[in-house]
Nanobody
Framework: QVQLVESGGGLVQAGGSLKLSCVAS????????MGWYRQAPGKQREMVAR???????NYADFVKGRFTISRNNSKNTVYLQMNSLKPEATAVYSC?????????WGQGTQVTVSS
């Protein structure tokens, strides 16, 4: 069972930045997609950004130009750099892995953006 552990969430003022990290408990080799989803109170979970081991990246329209997803394979870690944060970005951000061994979710990290 792969464990995904997120960190980096917190409280930030509008316009500020945060960098989220997600560490996998083992090396993710082969074809896989890792990414970030978020769920705000009373709303459905939505994709924020994701990238494949081949380097293909997708961003939700609402974060393009402000958020950047990246990966450090040697550290089994995927990052989400979030800049110019808006209050509507307040949500629990969860790491997601799709791999040949299954689909995995992290516990999530809270991001709160104050106006």
């Amino acid at each position: 069972q792969v464990q995904l552990v997120e960190s980096g969430g917190g409280l930030v003022q509008a316009g500020g930045s945060l960098k989220l990290s997600c560490v996998a408990s083992e090396i993710i080799g082969g074809i896989a997609t890792m990414g970030w989803y978020r769920q705000a109170p009373g709303k459905q979970r939505e994709m924020v950004a994701r990238m494949t081991t081949g380097g293909d990246i997708n961003y939700a329209d609402f974060v393009k130009g402000r958020f950047t997803i990246s990966r450090n394979n040697s550290k089994n870690t995927v990052y989400l750099q979030m800049n110019s944060l808006k209050p509507e970005a307040t949500a629990v951000y969860s790491c997601h892995l799709v791999w040949y061994r299954g689909t995995y979710w992290g516990q999530g990290t809270q991001v709160t953006v104050s106006s």
